[in-house]
């Protein structure tokens, strides 16, 4: 059955009436789109799969809501299904306007499979939250209980004409007998409140004044003649309550939502994650950041929900069915050593098999329900049991399926579903590394690097970065001591990169170190910034304070030292291929005359007393520790965190 704003209104106690004697509900549910930026990756915890639907979903609009519920004929001893397919489209009043996202591929499939978006934003049948029905209902209840305390407003000289030509306009017909009601149109918002101050004054006794809202959205006053003095109550009354039934019209399919939850019954669904975030987040409130909030949130609204694709991943159906995709998954169970069962319905009030409407969210909560109780029939077979009719009263059948979400994108990797009556799955990740390689890379040449460490899963990040897993977990320590030390990859424990990602503040673990970019996180540690510290230390009135520089002499360095040089993010690093500079022999004819130090035969300064003592206190002074790694490998590294006043690099 169709449902739309026409006909929501009819069709709501219908609904009821299937809720109430359904033996379990199926739901499904269509979107404008599904994730927004990075997805979630194939080694996620539940706990991170969820942050990261709720960052990247939750502004997509749900814009179909499929409800099939299933009801036992004792007559017949077989199930019949009344469906329903609801359009969705919140409107902006009485409740508030909604900003939401659109995914062009989203919104092309539904075009490719018949949606009709006209009847969506025409007739879709709105929605709001908790919070928000909450709020509207008391601001509601606080203007009509003040509605006659309103404060009189000063007519301003440039309106003035306008209000008296439509109060002269009321008069007129006030004095026609022919006709009852006026309509006053092409004003803006504060003409209308000026004219309802006014009309409301002058003609209190003979006419009523409202505001009513025409098909194309234009607002107009409609005055209405008044034939008594009970009138003014009669019509005042019928305003309240038409505004009580906007709000309750706007309030919407939220009726819905709230009566499968109040049901406490089993609600189906097939890879209903989304289904059911989207379901709490609109209907109810906004889902939370926390993520055992979010558990304990979602088992008190549906306290036994059931995935049928998790289901259908787990013995005895995993080696039977090639395919858990809803419509391939209704094919194999219709097929031996499988049977769908009968599930008719009532003509107009659900769904057939042969009517075949693929992605309409009714349909495919219908079938949905036929695939569930094919699988729990073939598992009462295997116990060798007989029963027809679900049973969930201690049902050892249903138990191992009950409140585990299915998590498609790590089902793969030990986290196949999101448990929300217990405990989670906890894999080791102890196999997977974080890998950094050149851009021009492509997967063969990953497969080639690890091609000694058997087969691998790779999910590639960007067009740098990938994860990588080791089918051969055993192998994980070699593979991290094999690469430790590699100049063109950069390898990672996954827990490592976890630990690193969410530490937000740390430019270090962004993928391009650009110098821009280094200069704005870490403006004190920018080669100008050191050298603007080192010069602009002297301050006017003090002494200046002598510094050894490049054109003077400066002191001879360790022989062992290699040569520095800074990258292009302002970090010095060293390259041990390069020899140290030669020194150049200091002389009185070079020097102006000020002899510093004098160069021996074997190349070494003899140095005066008071420069070893500037020697041997540097010495004492902190370390300063210089990244040995290339930053073209973009491995974490440790940079120079500040200088010395004393230090000078050329």
């Known amino acids: 059955m169709e449902v739309t704003r026409k006909n929501f209104q009819e069709a709501l106690p219908l609904v009821g009436a299937s809720i109430h004697k359904a033996d379990f509900l199926v739901i499904d549910a269509e979107f404008t789109g599904l994730i927004n930026g990075r997805d979630v990756t194939i080694f996620d915890s539940p706990q991170e799969y969820y942050t990261t639907l709720l960052n990247g979903s939750t502004d997509f609009l749900l814009i179909q809501y499929g409800l099939s519920a299933f009801c036992w004929d004792e007559a017949k001893k077989q199930y019949t299904n009344e469906s329903y ?6 409107r902006g009043r009485p409740g508030p306007e909604k900003m939401f996202l659109c995914q062009s591929s989203s919104l092309d499939f539904l075009s490719a499979q018949g949606f009709d978006f006209n009847k969506l934003i025409k007739e879709g049948i709105s929605y709001m939250t908790e919070p928000t029905e909450t709020r509207l209902r008391e601001n509601l209840t606080d203007r009509q209980s003040r509605s006659s305390d309103k404060e009189s407003i000063m007519i301003p000289e440039e309106n003035r004409s306008q209000i008296e030509g439509i109060c002269k306009k009321v008069r007129e017909f006030l004095d026609d007998a022919t006709a009852q009601e006026m309509e006053i149109d092409r004003c803006n918002a504060f003409i209308r409140r000026l004219l309802f101050q006014e009309l409301g004054t ?8 409202e505001s009513k809202v025409l098909e194309n959205k234009n607002r107009v006053l409609k005055v209405t003649k008044l034939k008594s003095a009970t009138d003014v109550k009669d019509l005042d009354t019928q305003r309240k309550e038409k505004e009580w039934e906007e709000f309750n019209e706007a309030v919407g399919f939220s009726h819905v939502a709230r009566m499968i939850s109040q049901s406490r019954k089993l609600v189906v669904g097939h890879n ?3 289904d059911v975030l989207h379901t709490l987040n609109h209907f109810f409130q906004p889902l939370p950041a926390d993520y055992a909030s979010f558990k304990e949130f979602t088992h008190c609204m549906f306290p036994r929900l059931l995935d049928t694709k998790y289901m259908s991943s787990l013995p ?8 858990t995709v809803l419509h391939h998954l209704l094919a194999t169970l219709a097929e031996a050593p499988f049977s769908l069962p009968m599930a ?4 107009g009030r659900g769904y057939k098999r042969a009517d075949e409407k693929l992605h309409e969210a009714g349909y495919d909560a219908y079938i949905t329900g ?31 399926f009950i409140n585990k979400l299915f998590l498609a994108k790590t089902a793969n990797q030990d986290s196949p579903y999101m448990n929300l009556a217990g405990a989670d799955p906890t894999p080791s990740r102890d196999h997977v590394f974080h890998l950094k390689f050149p851009k021009e890379w492509q997967r063969n040449d990953i497969n080639q690097l690890f091609s000694s460490y058997g087969q691998i899963t790779v999910q590639f990040l960007d067009e740098t970065s990938a994860l990588v897993g080791l089918t051969r977990r055993d192998l994980a320590k070699t593979v991290a001591r094999a690469f430790a030390n590699s100049s063109r990859i950069t390898l990672v424990p996954y827990l490592k990169y976890k630990a690193l990602t969410n530490k937000t503040a740390n430019p270090l673990e962004r993928r391009e170190e650009t110098s821009e970019k280094f200069a704005k996180l870490y403006p004190d540690n920018t080669p100008s910034a050191r050298r603007g510290n080192v010069s602009n230390s002297t301050t006017a009135g003090s002494p200046e304070v002598n510094r050894s520089r490049a054109p003077e002499v400066s002191p001879a360095p360790a022989p062992a030292q290699a040569a520095r040089k800074r990258s292009s993010s302002g970090v010095f690093q060293i390259e041990d291929s390069e020899p140290p500079p030669k020194k150049t022999e200091v002389t009185e004819e070079n020097t102006g005359g000020r002899v510093c130090s004098t160069a021996m035969s074997n190349g070494r300064k003899k140095r005066s007393e008071s420069e ?4 041997k206190e540097r010495k004492q002074e902190k370390e300063i520790v210089i990244n040995t790694c290339s930053f073209n490998s973009d491995r974490p590294v440790e940079c120079v ?3 010395k006043e004393s230090d000078s690099w050329d």
């Open 85 to 90: 397919n609801f359009y969705l489209f919140p």
């Open 202 to 209: 002058r003609f209190k006794t003979e006419a009523f004044v």
């Open 272 to 274: 209903m994650l989304l």
């Open 316 to 323: 005895p159906f995993k080696d039977k069915v090639n395919s």
């Open 344 to 347: 008719e319905s009532e003509e």
């Open 370 to 400: 036929l695939c569930f109780l094919a699988m729990h029939a073939h598992l009462a077979r295997m116990r060798g049991e007989h029963c027809h009719r679900v049973s969930f009263m201690n049902s050892l059948l249903l138990k191992p």
């Open 612 to 615: 070893k003592e500037k020697i």
């Open 641 to 643: 965190a500040a200088f």
